[in-house]
């Protein structure tokens, strides 16, 4: 068995979807402090050179548009011509919208299912082999709380939420003995854009102020009532990539601030 001590992740390399922005940058950046070797993928370029130079240039990126499963074997091609493998994968890129139901767009609801979950997949296909041969790999998939809950208006995000969970239990027992673990993370609401967009949404479906939504519908069902960072999620990422974690496996880390309690 390889192994690696608790964050020193030197000479691996990490694979983070959605880097970009909010919760997928600040695990790119972790992953970079703690010795990795680490390719951000987004569809925004220059949110992705922002990205990057805020960890110094110290990272690569590559544009991919993860919708489009042409554009992820582009993006495969280059990741393997440079660094010839991911020891670390993790399918971060998502979006959110709300809708209700009867009105949702089948267009948002393929886009939506293929960015958090066929592009997943089409991403673990890709780098498990790699990882089987080494004997050793982490494949950390960013669900939500709505992978175990759900909210009126958001069915393609719980539905493809859901999903992930069970993509992630199917991996991690088809690679229990080959040094891989495939595990979920699922926040509550984390401060981003893409929540900022919510509350916007929300407001408007509501017809309530912004804080309003943060405090009656968003931090309703948080008994900590506090929206969380996302370098706390970027620590646990950390944390399924050390060595002390490696049986954890096919588990869905929740980060709820107690949401699921009761
Ligand atoms: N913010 C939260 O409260 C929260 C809670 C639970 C789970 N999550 C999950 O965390 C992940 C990151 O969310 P965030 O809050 O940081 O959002 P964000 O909007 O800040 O970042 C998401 C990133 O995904 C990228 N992306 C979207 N579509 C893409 C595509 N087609 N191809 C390539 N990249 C694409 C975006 O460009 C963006 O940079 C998502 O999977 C989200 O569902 C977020």
């Not at 390719?39 to 960890?55: G, N, P």
């Not at 592009?119 to 992978?147: C, D, E, T, Y």
């Not at 620590?235 to 002390?244: A, G, N, R, T, W």
Request: contains cysteine; proline residues 4%; glycine residues 6%.
């Amino acid at each position: 068995m390889q192994s690696n001590s608790h964050k020193d992740l030197t000479d691996k390399v990490a694979l983070v979807t959605g880097a970009a922005s909010g919760i997928g940058c600040a695990i790119a950046s972790k992953l970079a402090h703690s010795g990795a070797e680490v390719c951000l993928v987004d569809i925004q370029e220059s949110l992705l050179q922002q990205a990057s130079l805020l960890m110094n240039g110290q990272v690569s990126t590559v544009v991919a548009d993860l919708s489009s499963p042409e554009s992820i074997a582009t993006m495969q091609e280059v990741i393997a011509r440079k660094f010839g493998r991911v020891d670390i994968l993790v399918n971060n890129a998502g979006l959110q919208h709300v809708e209700p139901l009867e009105s949702f767009s089948l267009e948002k609801w393929d886009e939506m299912m293929h960015v958090m979950l066929r592009a997943a997949f089409l991403n673990m296909q890709s780098v498990i082999p790699a990882m089987i041969k080494n004997g050793w790999g982490r494949i950390i998939n960013i669900a939500s709380i709505h992978s175990l809950v759900a909210s009126p208006f958001k069915s393609a995000y719980v539905t493809a939420k859901h999903g992930l969970i069970g993509l992630t239990k199917t991996a991690a027992l088809e690679v229990a003995l080959k040094g891989v673990t495939v595990n979920a993370i699922s926040p509550s609401y984390v401060r981003t854009p893409l929540v900022e967009k919510q509350i916007e949404k929300l407001s408007e479906i509501h017809q309530i102020p912004h804080d309003q939504v943060i405090k009656e519908i968003m931090l309703l069902p948080m008994p900590q009532k506090e929206l969380i960072e996302p370098e706390e999620i970027a620590e646990m990422v950390i944390f399924l990539c050390s060595d002390p974690a490696r049986h954890i496996n096919g588990h869905n880390l929740v980060v709820d601030g107690g949401w699921t309690i009761t």
